[in-house]
């Protein structure tokens, strides 16, 4: 379903050039979930914006079904991938209602009945009709996250992004917000490709999982081998053990990777 | 002690015999607003010793006003009430502003959640850390940027002399949380109330900012209260648990006996949290009962029946 290869991304020039990204290859099977780890400035959220046309810049292949995408999107080459942000707080227009807000994308991409669309959306995310004509700043934090996730999936999208869905939530609101996630992947077929620094968040919803520091892959691990934390990058190791909560001993080993 | 009376009461310390640092009983704090009165501790009551004190519990929950009202740092609107605030003898609640201001920065610190809205952005870190000791005592600009160094020294950042001159939009998240715990440190106080000090940081930073404050309540006998949302977090890294939901202490236990928990509201957060040994299975979802915002209401306040 995708697939990227030869990836990279550079910020800036001269002295203060950045690779942000390089040597990036993933492979992603339709219908996979797929998780990206790594800790703040690995790159991780970089990918995922140039996938959906944020980041324009960037070298190398992606294919999407097969078809390699341009620097320039096309407006329909953008319906099939969305993207769910991290701050629900952040990414949803404060002065529009839930109805301006998901009609918005439907009016892009000229799609009709826009009303049953709409109703039918947020009955999939668990919001009731009452919903449609109220504001972000009416909801909660769990109910902002279920309209991003209602927007992105308002086009019926093959692809959905997530960056790091939930890290802006309380872990009651964590748990409903990832089970309504895997819930909609079952029933639309979809196919994930979610950011997160939290191991067990990205354990629990993806079967394959790439440790990402510095802007590169440094190993690709499978669901099983994040349960036992058999895993053979010294720096998997180490994310892995301070997943594991606080523990003095385990800290005197930690180690910098440059 | 057992173990039972523990869990019934909260006010053991991990260290029994010993006085208390700081005594709380029947904690009120209450916002005015527009829309009517907010009630946001009811009833809370503890005691912290020289040891490592978690309070748990989500947005709302009350944790952190708990804390705030510790320090008065309560926002305008709001006012507190306890039948007790003791602090090493002291009653802060009949404490004048002045006496608060002594007391504040200097005995009791507080480290807020993201060191980029807590840092002055105009004034290099330095500078801060050394204000914050002038402040305090009656030190000369040289001995205050002596100690600073040494500070920045203790919170294990490698080159003092150059972070000190940085601003702090120049330094890391993590750095800057060393910062601001180096700032809070350098009045050598007795308790540290630190609200969510790692949430904004990356797992093995956050380990790494643990350790220091693990540092300071095993050598110089500090009492922390340490505020999260992480309920994996605190019980590998605190003596004691306070669990709050809607303003109350819902349970108190020795972190070590966290998986044990009682309260059917601390079993839920328990559940919901994905597990690194978990499966794709749906997560159980948190339920909460009214009733919980009622209970013990004929018992001593902040007892969890």
């Not at chain 2, 007790?84 to 404490?95: E, N, T």
């Not at chain 2, 480290?111 to 840092?119: A, C, F, T, W």
């Not at chain 2, 108190?252 to 601390?266: G, I, R, V, W």
């Amino acid at each position: 379903m995708i697939e990227i290869e030869d990836f990279s991304i550079t910020f800036g020039s001269g002295k203060n050039q950045i690779r942000a990204v390089r040597n990036f290859n993933l492979s992603v099977a339709e219908g996979e979930s797929y998780g990206l780890v790594g800790e703040s400035g690995s790159g991780k959220s970089t990918v995922l914006r140039a996938m959906v046309g944020i980041n324009s810049h960037w070298d190398g292949t992606i294919r999407v079904a097969g078809e390699a995408l341009t620097h320039k999107r096309s407006v329909e080459s953008r319906k099939h991938m969305q993207m769910v942000f991290q701050d629900p707080y952040g990414s949803l227009h404060p002065r529009r209602t839930l109805d301006d807000t998901l009609s918005e994308p439907l009016v892009i991409h000229g799609l009709d009945n826009r009303e049953e669309r709409i109703l039918k959306i947020l009955k999939e995310v668990g919001l009731g009709p009452e919903f449609r004509f109220r504001y972000p700043h009416q909801l909660s934090g769990g109910q902002r996250q279920r309209v991003a996730i209602a927007r992105a999936l308002i086009l019926e999208p093959r692809v959905i992004l997530l960056d790091e869905p939930t890290s802006a939530l309380d872990v009651s609101v964590q748990a409903e917000i990832l089970n309504l996630l895997s819930a909609l992947r079952k029933a639309h077929g979809l196919t994930y490709i979610m950011v997160s620094h939290d191991l067990a968040v990205v354990g629990h919803l993806c079967s394959r999982i790439a440790v990402m520091n510095r802007g590169e892959i440094v190993e690709e691990i499978t669901e099983d081998q994040m349960r036992t934390g058999e895993v053979t990058h010294a720096y998997t190791k180490q994310l892995w053990t301070a997943s594991q909560g606080y523990d003095r001993a385990a800290l005197e080993t930690f180690q910098e990777f440059a | 002690m057992t173990m039972n009376k523990m869990k019934m009461t909260g006010f053991e310390t991990s260290s029994p015999g010993e006085a208390p640092l700081i005594s709380v009983r029947d904690l009120h704090v209450r916002f005015a607003t527009p829309k009517g009165q907010v009630h946001a501790v009811r009833g809370v009551g503890f005691d912290l010793g020289k040891e490592r004190l978690g309070i748990v519990g989500e947005s709302g929950s009350g944790k952190s006003q708990t804390g705030r009202a510790l320090l008065r740092l309560t926002a305008g609107n709001g006012s507190i009430e306890a039948s007790r605030m003791m602090f090493d003898g002291k009653d802060l609640m009949q404490a004048s502003a002045k006496t608060m201001r002594s007391i504040r920065g200097s005995r009791i610190s507080m480290i807020m959640q993201d060191p980029k809205y807590s840092l002055n952005p105009v004034l290099t870190v330095g500078k801060q850390i050394a204000e914050s000791c002038r402040r305090h005592e009656n030190v000369s600009r040289a001995e205050a940027k002596r100690r600073a160094l040494a500070m920045l020294e203790t919170v294990r950042i490698r080159e003092p002399e150059k972070v000190y001159s940085l601003y702090p939009h120049q330094v890391s998240g993590g750095m800057g949380q060393r910062i601001m715990i180096a700032m809070m440190l350098i009045t050598n106080p007795q308790v540290m109330i630190a609200d969510e000090p790692t949430s904004a940081l990356d797992v093995t930073v956050q380990m790494q900012v643990l350790s220091l404050l693990d540092d300071m309540v095993r050598e110089r006998g500090m009492g922390l209260v340490l505020i999260s949302h992480d309920l994996n977090l605190v019980s590998s890294f605190c003596d004691r648990v306070l669990v709050m939901y809607g303003g109350r202490i819902m349970e108190s236990l020795d972190a070590k006996n966290l998986d044990q928990a009682q309260h059917p509201y601390t079993r839920g957060l328990l559940n919901c949290l994905p597990r690194l040994d978990g499966n794709h299975d749906d997560l159980p979802v948190l339920r909460r009962d009214p009733a919980w915002l009622t209970e013990g209401d004929d018992v001593p306040e902040g007892g969890a029946a």
